[in-house]
């Protein structure tokens, strides 16, 4: 790109303001833009004179100012990681948290005891709702029951040892009471 | 890594605590075969009928049929476990080798033996009909010593003596528990 006084209008005079663009300037202005619209599309030119370059570097950020450009995220993170580490003195690397993990760490003590509260919460509904252990109340009477007849007699004497016809009408007789009770309880229903 | 294993342990934990089997029942419930029930009622009827039906012949001194009923009663089906059939099967058999002893006939007095001790032998638990079983084996042996000679008979009459100890001894033990339980 030329120096001379006419394009150098970095190093020199200021021109004034209300002073009509030469037609050099409206060349420069237009070779400029056209750059700018290359660099945006991603075709930035390999080589360039440094007063563009740092031009062009202004125009970006500009642009970028504007909310017009929106960095990618992995850009985002990676500028404000290089951030901290400046800001921390510059330790090493493996001081420096990323972002990421450093959010994990913050909701991971939240998560651990919001799962621990829901879990206990569980438990004491599961203790509370559990159906109640069967009642004592549920044996039957004795009397309803098959059982040994010996409480009917004692001891059978020698002399009455044969006389189980009479004993059977004292185990029907007993037995009979306690079904018709349990069958009388139970409305009737065999 | 480290929160999500801790996270897994403790509801691992948690699940663990709160699935164990419900405990025991405090108290046993009484199945239906415990219960008095139908079936039993209708052996016990039929094993009534039975002896009433042998009390008949006998009072007509027809001996012979009166050991048919009585043999009935020991075919009855009961309940399983019913302890009231083992007590009504053993008190028929004391009433049938008592029958069978008075024939006496020694195929009898030893079929009487025989009835006996298949009783003792058949019996779960002890009880004042295991005890009366023992009695009539004592009664059996006295019978059977009367008919040897005096040297001989005193084997039977040393069985007699100690099938009765044993009535006894188990009358005893009963009665206690008997008492015990009031």
């Known amino acids: 790109m030329p120096t001379d006084d006419d394009n150098d209008f970095l190093t020199g005079t200021v021109p004034d303001p209300d002073a009509e663009p030469t037609a050099a300037e409206r060349a420069h202005a237009r070779t400029f833009a056209e750059l700018v619209d290359k660099t945006l599309a991603g075709r930035t030119p390999p080589a360039m004179s440094a007063d563009d370059r740092a031009l062009l570097e202004v125009a970006t950020v500009i642009r970028a100012a504007s909310g017009k450009v929106e960095l990618p995220a992995s850009t985002r993170r990676s500028v404000v990681e290089d951030a ?107 | 890594m480290k929160y999500p294993l801790i996270l897994l342990v403790m509801l691992i934990t948690a699940c663990s605590c709160n699935s164990p089997s419900e405990p025991p029942p405090t108290t046993r419930t009484a199945e239906p075969a415990d219960a008095i029930d139908q079936n039993l009622m209708i052996a016990l009827s039929k094993a009534k009928n039975f002896h009433h039906k042998a009390k008949v012949y006998m009072s007509d001194g027809n001996i012979a049929d009166a050991i048919a009923s009585v043999r009935e009663i020991l075919s009855l089906q009961f309940p399983p476990g019913a302890p009231e059939g083992e007590d009504v099967r053993n008190d028929a058999r004391a009433l049938l080798a008592k029958l069978l002893l008075g024939q006496g006939k020694p195929e009898s007095i030893d079929e009487a033996m025989r009835v006996v001790q298949e009783g003792i032998a058949q019996s779960q638990r002890k009880s004042f009909f295991v005890a009366n079983l023992y009695t009539v084996e004592g009664e059996i042996h006295e019978a059977r010593a009367a008919t040897l000679p005096a040297e001989q008979a005193k084997d039977e009459k040393h069985k007699a003596i100690e099938a009765y100890d044993t009535s006894n001894q188990i009358d005893t033990e009963l009665q206690k528990q008997l008492m015990e339980s009031k």
């Open chain 1, 84 to 190: 901290l580490r400046q800001a921390v003195g510059g330790a090493g690397a493996s001081t420096v948290i990323p972002i990421s993990r450093g959010r994990a760490r913050r909701w991971a003590p939240w998560a651990i005891a919001a799962t621990t509260t829901l879990v206990a919460a569980a438990a004491v509904l599961l203790l509370l709702l559990r159906p109640a252990p069967r009642q004592a109340t549920a044996s039957l009477p004795t009397a309803w029951t098959s059982r040994p007849t010996d409480s009917l007699f004692g001891p059978i004497e020698r002399d009455r040892a044969g006389d189980a016809s009479t004993r059977i009408d004292t185990i029907f007789a007993d037995r009979l009471d306690g079904y018709r009770d349990r069958q009388l309880a139970r409305g009737g229903t065999p």
